[in-house]
């Protein structure tokens, strides 16, 4: 699926979801109006009723007075807010005080007004009638081009996966939505937890200390939670390859590096306002500018490392697996490092797909690792003079057409600052420490800043990379956010389904 059509899929996509949303609200709110009709339609034997307990209450106070009051409640739990309602509950006020006669000159017209309120509530089963209709037309008709776009992506993505899923671990089939549920639920705990604290510390002059103090105590106390929650269940819930293959459906970004590799990449950096994600995953947000990021995962490892979606080869035949992926490919980023394994995919990758598809990532202070690379290339790379720091990345090397290489160092950006922000920090400075935007310098954001650089320089161009990487380290702000919105809106539809059904 080419990224015009993927953009058109995605726009569908979120149309059909919105207009399926309001055709519901629709349905619902038609029903509420028919079943508000329905129980009006009594209204003529309670009116008749209250009028008869008028004209005995000089005979029987006391049952009549009841009469009075089952009547004016029926009506005031039954009508709509007409004139019927109105005038029932003024007679039942002047009977109550013993204007009896009063009480009947209110009620002269009471059959015409039910007939009005009746007019008026057919009226609006109608028109809610009609609008339901008006949008469930268009949510069925949008609801085919987006499973046929749906299932066109995945069709996209189907040799790929058959290739990588014969390597991915079998999970029972309860375990990723469990943990996905769980991830959900710290990613909101995420968000109250920011928003309380923020809120307790930038508006803490408008509150009581108590309130304050309580404020900030319980968001410190929600965002704790969320870490320990999300630490937990987010690596139990991450996809599989195959899965981020279908879900995607273009060609993927082959992400190969050391297994050794994975520590310094799995580092979480600070951020603003708090950083749960790591590195790699910064990486793969900023990659996932060209297609889905899978990698190779470490075997034997519990977990897989969040970032790229993994898939697990066997150690004695790896190597021809890795060359079918290189061919599915579009883009090809290759961490350099000591291993064997690894310098011969950097020579198959030289010698068997384009030049400009091989993106290298050249670590620092990293002995040896220039010689080596400049036996695989036309030209002497010359990573040595840009790779003396101890950096994560220090270099990104792209090639032009004809194979040259172009180095490009890894540099902190320009007006950019390295501030911490952990949990202690936001307690104490929360305006400085909270929502409000800031340039933030971490490995990860240099790295994708001269990887966007280096892509760019050979005509490669992704303009969003920076930002989905960005985005990346604030995806648990942002998922919390989007989280409490959409709860919210199921809970308000959920409700009114079930005042519709009169179990609410």
């Known amino acids: ?21 309001i055709a519901l609200h629709m349905a619902v709110t038609a029903f509420l109006d028919l ?65 009896v006669s009063l009480a009947r000159k209110y009620v002269a017209g009471l059959t015409a007004e039910i007939e009005k309120d009746q007019a008026g509530l057919d009226r609006e089963v109608s028109s809610s009638t009609a609008a339901a209709l008006y949008w469930a037309v268009p949510a ?36 990723r939505p469990v943990f996905l549920v769980g991830s959900w639920v710290g990613y909101g705990l995420f968000a109250t937890g920011t928003f309380t604290v923020t809120m307790a510390q930038q508006r803490g002059y408008e509150l009581p200390l108590e309130a304050q103090v309580l404020l900030l105590l319980g968001g410190l106390g929600a965002l704790g939670a969320s870490v320990l929650i999300l630490r937990h269940c987010r690596p139990r819930s991450a996809r599989s390859a195959a899965q981020a293959l279908l879900a995607d459906g273009r060609q993927p970004v082959l992400y190969l590096r050391s297994f050794a590799d994975d520590e310094t990449a799995a580092r979480v950096d600070d951020g603003a ?62 961490g350099l490092g000591l291993g064997e394994g690894l310098w011969w995919e950097v020579g198959q990758a030289r010698a068997t797909q384009p030049a400009r598809k091989l993106v290298l990532l050249a670590p620092g202070g990293l002995p040896g690792v220039a010689e080596r690379l400049d036996e695989h290339l036309p030209t002497p790379s010359r990573l040595d003079e840009v790779t003396a720091g101890g950096s994560w990345i220090s270099a990104v090397i792209a090639f032009d057409l004809d194979g040259t290489p172009r180095v490009h160092p890894v540099g902190r950006v320009p007006g950019a600052t390295r501030r911490r922000s952990t ?55 942002a998922k919390g956010v989007a989280l409490v919105v959409t709860v919210g809106l199921l809970l308000w539809l959920v409700i009114r389904a079930l005042q519709a059904l009169g179990l609410w």
């Open 1 to 21: 699926m080419s990224s015009g059509l993927r953009a058109v899929a995605r726009l569908i996509t979120a149309i059909t979801v919105v207009t399926i949303y």
């Open 35 to 99: 079943r508000a009709r329905d129980r009006f339609s009594d209204a003529p034997a309670h009116a008749a009723a209250f009028v008869s307990a008028l004209d005995h209450y000089a005979d029987g106070p006391v049952s009549a007075r009841a009469h009075i009051l089952r009547s004016d409640a029926w009506f005031e739990e039954n009508a709509p807010l007409g004139e019927s309602q109105s005038t029932v509950s003024s007679a039942a006020d002047h009977a109550e005080e013993g204007r």
């Open 140 to 175: 069925g008709v949008l609801l085919v081009p987006t499973l046929w776009l749906r299932q066109r992506r995945r069709s996209g993505a189907a040799e790929v996966v058959d290739v990588v899923s014969r390597f991915v671990p079998h999970q029972p089939w309860w375990r």
């Open 273 to 334: 306002p708090v950083n749960l994600h790591s590195r790699e995953e910064q990486l793969a947000g900023a990659l996932s500018a060209f297609g889905p990021v899978i990698a190779v995962g470490r075997p034997g490892e519990p977990l897989p490392h969040l970032g790229a979606a993994r898939f697990y080869l066997p150690p004695d035949d790896w190597q021809p697996v890795v060359l079918r992926l290189m061919e599915l490919s579009q883009l090809i980023v290759l």
């Open 423 to 477: 949990l202690a920090r936001l307690a104490a400075r929360g305006k400085e420490a909270g929502l409000v935007s800031t340039t933030l310098s971490t490995p990860a954001h240099e790295a994708v800043r001269a990887l966007k650089v280096a892509l760019a320089s050979v005509g490669i161009r992704r303009r969003t990379m920076v930002l989905r990487a960005s985005f990346a380290m604030q995806t648990a702000l």
